[in-house]
DNA sequence: GAGTGGTCTAGACCACCAC
DNA sequence: TGGTGGTCTAGACCACTCA
């Protein structure tokens, strides 16, 4: 009799050691069917980001498993970073808000060792149709309404002052994102990814990028204040949200001469 | 009384449920001993790449310990790619002759989507003093020995038939790679890291990379069949062993017109 | 001191594999 | 059929946090 929950009574097929049910095609462990009820609850917003969920055992009552069962989900879910747990406090809903999370999608890294401090410059922000391209890339219809956003990160620290390091040309799925403008982005402090998730509603949970050489073009050049033809960094990343749904498609174009794209292979 | 091996007595402050020894500065749980003392194995080469080890319950036994801590230890190590389980056989060593680990530093993507086919056409392998860079970057003192690799890797499946796409310039530390010849590296099928590992003896862990984009220079255009200046991508790896001793400094220059560097961000 | 996550145990049964 | 890893349980105690 395992996960009489509520919400979900039909899950399916448990592994559990006294019911019978088994040997149907499409068997899950009960700590993944926990999971799935969990991600739905994340999901549905039961529990907002920077918020603690239930305590282990309340989870294990509620769905009427072992405390080390509920365990196995959670664990999964933190490695996910969908969770994060904190002895002593409870486990809560992961959050751009966090110093650990801020910022964990940007690799670029300074040459001389330590991350950059960058500051933004709003080039523009406007609501426009999308093209043919980032309509599939975003599960779009072609023609489709989509906030583009343009800025320029500037690297603060260097010694021949602020010098442009990265320009960004950010695409959003406009019904996600209704009011967003342009002063809505420059009044806001902080990681724009936080924003999303505090006003929008919207939370990053992966992403997957290609990264390729290219050459600058004369606006490109411009704004970042190299020549025409100069190597750039072309970093092209889709996020996505829960369910991987994807919700932002993003151009990065980076200046490497004093940076770099850090990556870790595991 | 945890980890009464008889290899190693001396892990001090367990947290054993029953035994004292407890509230020593340096505390760690028993999972994360047994983990030590397993990697320590693996290390020592007391289990081969490709070699099981032995069960859990056996370990379990060895090490005093219950089943389940074991179990953490192993689950551990698995997610780290040093060992792999195999469900109903056993657990073994990985090893980068399995078809999973097989190029599992390859971010190389074909832009129509799958892993592009690639031939290996070897320039030179030459034995030679190391700089000064690379000799901090590898742990050697400047002008110890070096093996050092030229190549180029070639895209087979093309329209325009073999177009090169990759230059990597890789170097390996002498003392590890003694009888390492041209003859050797082209005799062979299969994996670089595969010969490492067969040969030397040597087991890529882990490693970190460093993305830049650069104009290519006059050899670098010849090599790779492009125009002086065109924009390539520099990935530059440090790759680590066991004991995250650094043994290999690779730098690729690659081709982005019809491939990109893929990676996933979590 | 009460409540949280973190570790450890002992024992049961299930899924998978090889002989 | 026996051995392996995989799941699940119930209960104990430890480490951390906060009131």
Known sequence: MPVASASVSSVSSAASPDSGQEGSPAFSPLYQQIKELL????????????????????????????????????????????????????????????????????????????????????????RQRVGADAARALGLRSGDPVVEIRRVLLSSGEASGETPVVLDEILLPGSLFKGLTAEKLSAWKGPMYRLFEAEFGVRMIRAEEKIRAVAADELQARELGVALGAPLLSVERLSFTYGDKPVELRRGLYRTEHHHYRNELN
Not at 89 to 101: D, I, L, N, Q, Y
Request: aromatic share 6%; glycine share 12%; with cysteine.
């Open 39 to 126: 991600t739905r609850s994340l999901q549905g917003g039961e529990w907002q980001p920077g918020q603690a969920i239930p305590s282990e055992m309340e989870l294990a009552a509620r769905f009427r498993v072992s405390q080390g069962t509920v365990r196995k989900a959670v664990d999964e879910l933190a490695t996910e970073n969908l969770l994060v747990r904190r002895q002593g406090k409870g486990t809560f809903v992961a959050s751009h808000a966090e110093a650990r999370t801020q910022y964990r999608f940007l690799r670029l890294m300074s040459d001389t060792g330590g991350v950059p401090g960058l500051q933004r410059r709003l080039i523009g922000c406007r």
